[in-house]
């Protein structure tokens, strides 16, 4: 609601009217203040049609935001996840690139759904704070990133240009690929340029969401300091 969410409804059980001054609570208020419809549910139904295995004791059904390229916005850093499968990753992502003030994160090909449940449970209402845009391919991404005048850099494991020297300005955008094959030969030709995050230790790659965190919180940096570098491994 604090994110300009439009609510269609609030269902909850006698768990969230106990106490008016727990967060349940506080939020029942917020949405009967702001003409929300209330609805309460008999004891255990919450239990049943939420897919949490312990669920809160409120749930919303909230209009879907707008996810079409078209809502790009002109400048700011991108996120971009192509092929991410785990809903985990896909949330932990959008959560990172919202902690570090990113302007937009688009999910393209074979991604796991945006509003999957683990996926919004993951970013923690991050969804709500800034654009998610979806997009049936990388391709149509990277033209749309293009036309905004932003350079499209690729994420791979080894090769690239070292994440703390990369270019990463306001005009930056970042693809993080699948988690298990990565960004593919047809995927790289259609970027700028890659980039590797450096690894001292033995370990092959990184989680996606972690990379993801790492890129994002590095363009932070940047935009913090733009003459910020750190050294090479």
């Known amino acids: ?11 909850f059980d006698a768990r969230a009217s ?4 727990s967060p349940s609570g506080a939020a029942l ?5 702001a003409g929300v419809r209330l609805i309460e549910l008999a004891d255990g139904v919450l239990d049943r049609v939420s897919d949490a295995v312990t669920p809160q004791p409120v749930l919303a059904v909230a209009t879907l935001p707008d996810t079409d390229l078209a809502s790009m916005p002109a400048t700011g ?7 991410v499968r785990d809903p985990g990753n896909l949330g932990t992502a959008i959560r990172a690139a919202d902690a570090a003030g990113a302007a937009a994160v688009v999910a393209c090909g074979q991604c796991v759904d945006v509003f999957n449940p683990k996926t919004l449970r993951a970013t923690a209402g991050s969804v709500f704070h800034l654009p998610v845009l979806v997009a049936p391919t990388l391709r149509e991404t990277v033209d749309a990133l293009h036309a905004s005048s932003r350079t499209v850099l690729g994420a791979v494991v080894a090769g690239g240009e070292a994440l703390w020297h990369a270019t990463l300005d306001a005009g930056a955008s970042v693809v993080i690929g ?7 030969d047809e995927d ?19 989680n996606a969401g972690v990379a993801a965190a790492l890129v994002c919180f590095e363009a ?14």
């Open 188 to 206: 790289l030709e259609l970027l700028d340029g890659t980039l590797t995050i450096e690894m001292a230790g033995r370990a092959e790659s990184l």
């Open 1 to 11: 609601m604090r994110a300009g969410a439009h609510l269609e409804a609030v269902y």
């Open 220 to 233: 932070l940096r940047r935009r913090a300091d733009p003459s910020a570098a750190g050294p090479t491994i």
């Open 18 to 21: 106990d106490d008016a001054h």
């Open 77 to 83: 850093f991108v996120l971009v996840l192509a092929d």
């Open 29 to 33: 208020s917020a949405a009967a203040a």
């Open 178 to 184: 699948a988690e298990a094959t990565g960004l593919r």
